[in-house]
């Protein structure tokens, strides 16, 4: 029988950092000792990045080293050492002799070391390990662009031994592979099984053994040869589902004369999937995805999980969260990774690791991967998702016919290999497309609540259309009905330090990258002292609370997000970005040390299969006295009863309650419109920010989920102030006609309402006026000015990608029910101008601003200027637009017409 000799631990390492031993033969420990310097201690698994900090970044060649003992009754085995993943590629000696080479960061390999090894005495592997990164030459044997390399192209390579080794003692006659597909529907388990045979005549034998360990079923033939089939039947099968992981157990072995010459076993479970008429289905029931990116990566340890407890406690964690799906993304991931989620009942969606630039040799390495995840994985039940290409990464799918044609034969390729699962060919976003896949999914980021609309025409149009995702250069291939997957979407919330310091209190070596994306916004150090310097202490308090207030906000915007695609029949899924965050790119549900971020238990509510919410008018624009109506959706995707069931509501604050009756039946994988809530705002008298309570119950008054919506009221409007103001065109209409003494000309006014600064407004401010410049556009300055009007689209303002946030000072807050962030309380006010021109040293002038990343790039919204004996206030917010109709608009005006009205009105930024 098969034994074996564990080779993780301490190994002896030398890195060859300027490439000095260029010697393709074995080279001994004493020569590389005196050329490179002594061997540092290095740990087995892990990549050398995430354990030495001069090696952090640096790819190139290293030597690995080790000793062991090999027991004498190994004697005339067959002996392996066997390598879980090395990258990128190695050459591997025992005592000096040559054993083997491979290529290849992802997957298993094991070579024949029997001839080399000293038995009953100590030996010596040694391995060669050459690490291609993004700054590799492009000499490299295994050029970098070529390569499937996934993110090691944005946070750095992944070099070395970085999963586990070890040895393995079998006969020489024995089992290299058993594949196992449980399907459901017939109640059979299909056994392939894959054998090494020299002369061999014996049989084989297959046992199955059910979850609770009872039953076991059996089946028995002699050899065939290259591998034996085998289909046993299971009565009564157990499907293994998210919610019910049941796990049979297989085992084979090879006998010989009614002798045990050697065994496999593995687990796998009765599950199928399938892509029907617009639905994905799980075991034949609908499946709505639940969804988040991970892309696999661990604090401190890089690329390798650094624990089985930590993968089962981020996976349940996961499942807190109400997720049943992680898209592993564009990294194979450690089989221990499926080992939990098979466990836990948690879906895996796989991705080949891309490549930058579509060659021969990229197309043999990308296949040559997709076959061995096959090869290793199939047994895993929770994985029901292959991807080819993500993002047209390593293609050019919009210019190229014949990556178009690759794509597409690839897919089918798959689908040839792996007929058990369903395939991707592109995970698309724009300029790029599907050419043939069992699923439409696609990428969309908005920044919340600024591009909401933007969101919703999108996904309504491509609702109405979905073949708008696929090629159109005429050769996509649809069948029609594929299931619409959102498979990226996502908004950042900054994590709290304090959670990714190490025990000395330094913060990780990432803080100082990113500086090459976006232009610098994401490189986190320094983000306290930026935080500070911008006097944000004085709007937030202290950072753990600035940091609760992104973290909301991220949630406020996923849940507006996701709402939006419940409603939508024909959208069955998602998947956020994503699980963790990973260094700087901050959009995770967890931190990179797997801590919740503020909303953890509030996620669910709007992440489960059954959800209830209410369509919501803009949060801010109801006064006393006008009629709030809003749709009450139900989207049923669990195995639950909700034949008649009823959403009721209640807000408190109002003292208001009532009930939606659901139909009459209700099957799962469908929404329903419940009809509306309607009412009359009460009188109020001020500002109140009431919470909408919505709960669904089924017909025996069960809670199957809970949801709320925030609702910004107003009074009644009440006369504005005294103040004369001097105003032109419309807005000095509607000001006139919401109450305020407008005058046509300065003299005598107070403040003057502008949306353009010109060469009266310039004398009359000098002189020692006051001026509300509500600016448009981009021109309403004239140039030459310390500040400026600048355009977000298309700038690092725009804030689809790394989001930031807008956040208002308590002198523009108090009274009026608003936080300090910039919240779905301002949908439809968020600007599309930003102020530029303000230092950190100016912050007390800037009343409303706006960052993006790690607080970079910080700019006003509403900014204080002196200009002679006079001063303004600048405000790209449009409220010039929505004053009289909207009431928010309607107060932030008149408050920044009091504050300039008010004795401690100076500012001292100069215009």
Same mark, same amino acid.
């Given at each position: 029988?098969?034994?074996?000799?564990?080779?993780?631990?301490?190994?002896?390492?030398?890195?060859?950092?300027?490439?000095?031993?260029?010697?393709?033969?074995?080279?001994?420990?004493?020569?590389?000792?005196?050329?490179?310097?002594?061997?540092?201690?290095?740990?087995?698994?892990?990549?050398?990045?995430?354990?030495?900090?001069?090696? &952090?970044?640096?790819?190139?060649?290293?030597?690995?080293?080790?000793?062991?003992?090999?027991?004498?009754?190994?004697?005339?085995?067959?002996?392996?050492?066997?390598?879980?993943?090395?990258?990128?590629?190695?050459? !591997?000696?025992?005592?000096?002799?040559?054993?083997?080479?491979?290529?290849?960061?992802?997957?298993?390999?094991?070579?024949?070391?029997?001839?080399?090894?000293?038995?009953?005495?100590?030996?010596?592997?040694?391995?060669?390990?050459?690490?291609?990164?993004?700054?590799?030459?492009?000499?490299?044997?295994?050029?970098?662009?070529?390569?499937?390399?996934?993110?090691?192209?944005?946070?750095?390579?992944?070099?070395?031994?970085?999963?586990?080794?070890?040895?393995?003692?079998?006969?020489?006659?024995?089992?290299?592979?058993?594949?196992?597909?449980?399907?459901?529907?017939?109640?059979?388990?299909?056994?392939?099984?894959?054998?090494?045979?020299?002369?061999?005549?014996?049989?084989?034998?297959?046992?199955?053994?059910?979850?609770?360990?009872?039953?076991?079923?059996?089946?028995?033939?002699?050899?065939?040869?290259?591998?034996?089939?085998?289909?046993?039947?299971?009565?009564?099968?157990?499907?293994?589902? %998210?919610?019910?992981?049941?796990?049979?157990?297989?085992? %084979?072995?090879?006998?010989?004369?009614?002798?045990?010459?050697?065994?496999?076993?593995?687990?796998?479970?009765?599950?199928?999937?399938?892509?029907?008429?617009?639905?994905?289905?799980?075991?034949?029931?609908?499946?709505?995805?639940?969804?988040?990116?991970?892309?696999?990566?661990?604090?401190?340890?890089?690329?390798?999980?650094?624990?089985?407890?930590?993968?089962?406690?981020?996976?349940?964690?996961?499942?807190?969260?109400?997720?049943?799906?992680?898209?592993?993304?564009?990294?194979?991931?450690?089989?221990?990774?499926?080992?939990?989620?098979?466990?836990?009942?948690?879906?895996?969606?796989?991705?080949?690791?891309?490549?930058?630039?579509?060659?021969?040799?990229?197309?043999?390495?990308?296949?040559?991967?997709?076959?061995?995840?096959?090869?290793?994985?199939?047994?895993?039940?929770?994985?029901?998702?292959?991807?080819?290409?993500?993002?047209?990464?390593?293609?050019?799918?919009?210019?190229?016919?014949?990556?178009?044609?690759?794509?597409?034969?690839?897919?089918?390729?798959?689908?040839?290999?792996?007929?058990?699962?369903?395939? !991707?060919?592109?995970?698309?976003?724009?300029?790029?497309?599907?050419?043939?896949?069992?699923?439409?999914?696609?990428?969309?980021?908005?920044?919340?609540?600024?591009?909401?609309?933007?969101?919703?025409?999108?996904?309504?149009?491509?609702?109405?259309?979905?073949?708008?995702?696929?090629?159109?250069?005429?050769?996509?291939?649809?069948?029609?009905?594929?299931?619409?997957?959102?498979?990226?979407?996502?908004?950042?919330?900054?994590?709290?330090?304090?959670?990714?310091?190490?025990?000395?209190?330094?913060?990780?070596?990432?803080?100082?990258?990113?500086?090459?994306?976006?232009?610098?916004?994401?490189?986190?150090?320094?983000?306290?002292?930026?935080?500070?310097?911008?006097?944000?202490?004085?709007?937030?308090?202290?950072?753990?609370?600035?940091?609760?207030?992104?973290?909301?906000? &991220?949630?406020?915007?996923?849940?507006?997000?996701?709402?939006?695609?419940?409603?939508?029949?024909?959208?069955?899924?998602?998947?956020?970005?994503?699980?963790?965050?990973?260094?700087?790119?901050?959009?995770?549900?967890?931190?990179?040390?797997?801590?919740?971020?503020?909303?953890?238990?509030?996620?669910?509510?709007?992440?489960?299969?059954?959800?209830?919410?209410?369509?919501?008018?803009?949060?801010?624009?109801?006064?006393?006295?006008?009629?709030?109506?809003?749709?009450?959706? %139900?989207?049923?995707?669990?195995?639950?009863?909700?034949?008649?069931?009823?959403?009721?509501? !209640?807000?408190?604050?109002?003292?208001?309650?009532?009930?939606?009756?659901?139909?009459?039946?209700?099957?799962?994988?469908?929404?329903?419109?419940?009809?509306?809530?309607?009412?009359?705002?009460?009188?109020?008298?001020?500002?109140?920010?009431?919470?909408?309570?919505?709960?669904?119950?089924?017909?025996?008054?069960?809670?199957?989920?809970?949801?709320?919506?925030?609702?910004?009221?107003?009074?009644?409007?009440?006369?504005?102030?005294?103040?004369?103001?001097?105003?032109?065109?419309?807005?000095?209409?509607?000001?006139?006609?919401?109450?305020?003494?407008?005058?046509?000309?300065?003299?005598?006014?107070?403040?003057? !309402?502008?949306?353009?600064?010109?060469?009266?407004?310039?004398?009359?401010?000098?002189?020692?006026?006051?001026?509300?410049?509500?600016?448009?556009?981009?021109?309403?300055?004239?140039?030459?000015?310390?500040?400026?009007?600048?355009?977000?689209?298309?700038?690092?303002?725009?804030?689809?990608?790394? &989001?930031?946030?807008?956040?208002?000072?308590?002198?523009?807050?108090?009274?009026?029910?608003?936080?300090?962030?910039?919240?779905?309380?301002?949908?439809?006010?968020?600007?599309?101008?930003?102020?530029?021109?303000?230092?950190?040293?100016?912050?007390?002038?800037?009343?409303?601003?706006?960052?993006?990343?790690?607080?970079?790039?910080?700019?006003?919204?509403?900014?204080?200027?002196?200009?002679?004996?006079?001063?303004?206030?600048?405000?790209?917010?449009?409220?010039?637009?929505?004053?009289?109709?909207?009431?928010?608009?309607?107060?932030?005006?008149?408050?920044?017409?009091?504050?300039?009205?008010?004795?401690?009105?100076?500012?001292?930024?100069?215009?």
């Amino acid at each position: 029988m098969r034994e074996r000799i564990g080779l993780d631990g301490t190994w002896r390492f030398w890195p060859d950092l300027n490439e000095e031993l260029d010697d393709p033969t074995y080279v001994s420990p004493e020569q590389r000792t005196s050329v490179l310097g002594a061997p540092r201690a290095v740990t087995v698994p892990g990549a050398w990045q995430a354990q030495f900090d001069d090696l &952090q970044l640096w790819a190139g060649t290293a030597w690995y080293e080790r000793g062991f003992d090999v027991p004498s009754r190994w004697d005339g085995r067959l002996v392996r050492i066997c390598f879980g993943a090395v990258e990128y590629s190695c050459t !591997v000696w025992i005592n000096g002799e040559l054993v083997g080479e491979h290529e290849g960061g992802y997957l298993p390999f094991c070579l024949d070391v029997s001839p080399a090894l000293v038995l009953g005495g100590s030996n010596i592997v040694t391995v060669k390990v050459l690490d291609v990164g993004p700054e590799s030459p492009a000499s490299s044997p295994f050029p970098f662009d070529q390569v499937p390399h996934g993110k090691q192209s944005w946070y750095g390579p992944i070099g070395g031994l970085w999963q586990s080794v070890h040895l393995e003692a079998s006969a020489h006659d024995f089992i290299e592979r058993v594949a196992v597909h449980g399907d459901p529907a017939s109640g059979a388990a299909r056994i392939e099984t894959s054998l090494r045979l020299r002369n061999f005549d014996g049989s084989v034998t297959c046992s199955i053994m059910s979850p609770d360990g009872h039953d076991t079923y059996h089946a028995s033939a002699p050899v065939q040869s290259g591998g034996n089939s085998f289909d046993i039947g299971v009565p009564g099968a157990q499907t293994w589902d %998210v919610d019910s992981p049941n796990l049979y157990k297989v085992d %084979v072995q090879l006998h010989d004369a009614g002798r045990r010459v050697d065994s496999a076993n593995d687990t796998f479970g009765f599950r199928s999937i399938a892509a029907e008429d617009g639905a994905l289905l799980l075991n034949g029931t609908p499946l709505y995805v639940l969804g988040a990116l991970d892309q696999d990566y661990y604090l401190g340890s890089i690329y390798t999980p650094p624990s089985d407890d930590l993968l089962r406690g981020q996976f349940l964690k996961a499942k807190e969260l109400g997720l049943n799906l992680l898209r592993c993304h564009i990294k194979v991931p450690d089989p221990r990774y499926l080992y939990w989620a098979d466990q836990l009942g948690l879906l895996v969606w796989t991705e080949l690791p891309n490549w930058n630039t579509l060659t021969e040799d990229s197309k043999r390495r990308g296949r040559e991967t997709l076959a061995g995840l096959i090869e290793r994985d199939f047994n895993h039940p929770s994985i029901i998702i292959w991807t080819v290409i993500n993002e047209g990464w390593g293609v050019d799918l919009p210019n190229q016919r014949e990556h178009r044609q690759w794509t597409g034969e690839t897919f089918r390729w798959m689908k040839a290999l792996d007929p058990t699962r369903l395939v !991707v060919d592109n995970s698309a976003c724009p300029p790029n497309f599907h050419i043939e896949s069992d699923i439409n999914d696609y990428h969309l980021y908005k920044a919340m609540p600024d591009h909401k609309d933007e969101w919703t025409a999108w996904t309504a149009a491509w609702a109405a259309d979905p073949a708008s995702t696929y090629s159109p250069h005429g050769d996509a291939v649809r069948r029609g009905g594929e299931p619409m997957v959102l498979s990226e979407f996502g908004n950042w919330g900054l994590p709290d330090n304090a959670n990714l310091v190490d025990e000395l209190g330094d913060y990780p070596w990432w803080f100082d990258t990113g500086r090459e994306h976006s232009g610098g916004i994401v490189e986190p150090r320094g983000v306290e002292d930026r935080w500070l310097e911008w006097g944000m202490d004085e709007v937030f308090g202290t950072y753990k609370e600035f940091v609760t207030h992104s973290q909301d906000a &991220q949630f406020d915007a996923m849940k507006f997000e996701i709402e939006d695609m419940r409603r939508r029949q024909d959208i069955v899924g998602y998947v956020v970005t994503e699980f963790t965050d990973l260094h700087w790119e901050c959009n995770g549900l967890l931190d990179m040390a797997r801590t919740p971020k503020s909303y953890h238990h509030r996620f669910k509510q709007i992440n489960d299969l059954d959800v209830t919410f209410a369509l919501c008018p803009p949060v801010h624009g109801l006064r006393s006295g006008e009629r709030f109506t809003a749709e009450v959706i %139900v989207s049923h995707y669990s195995n639950a009863d909700l034949d008649a069931c009823r959403v009721r509501w !209640v807000i408190n604050e109002l003292d208001l309650s009532g009930a939606r009756d659901g139909p009459r039946t209700l099957p799962g994988g469908h929404v329903a419109r419940l009809g509306s809530i309607d009412f009359g705002v009460p009188a109020i008298g001020a500002p109140v920010r009431a919470q909408l309570h919505l709960w669904l119950e089924d017909r025996w008054g069960k809670i199957i989920n809970c949801n709320s919506h925030e609702l910004l009221l107003w009074p009644e409007r009440s006369a504005p102030g005294s103040a004369r103001l001097w105003a032109r065109g419309e807005i000095g209409l509607a000001l006139e006609e919401v109450g305020w003494s407008v005058e046509d000309d300065p003299d005598g006014a107070e403040v003057a !309402v502008i949306q353009a600064w010109d060469d009266e407004v310039e004398k009359w401010v000098a002189a020692g006026g006051r001026a509300l410049l509500l600016a448009g556009g981009e021109d309403a300055l004239p140039e030459g000015r310390a500040l400026g009007v600048q355009r977000r689209a298309g700038s690092m303002w725009e804030g689809d990608w790394a &989001q930031g946030m807008g956040w208002l000072r308590p002198a523009l807050t108090e009274g009026l029910a608003l936080r300090p962030r910039v919240d779905f309380s301002f949908d439809g006010l968020t600007p599309e101008q930003v102020v530029v021109g303000y230092a950190p040293a100016d912050n007390r002038n800037v009343l409303a601003g706006f960052y993006v990343g790690w607080v970079r790039s910080t700019v006003a919204t509403v900014g204080a200027f002196s200009h002679g004996s006079g001063g303004g206030i600048l405000c790209t917010l449009p409220l010039a637009q929505a004053y009289g109709g909207d009431p928010l608009a309607t107060e932030l005006t008149h408050r920044l017409i009091q504050l300039l009205c008010g004795p401690d009105f100076s500012p001292t930024k100069r215009l």
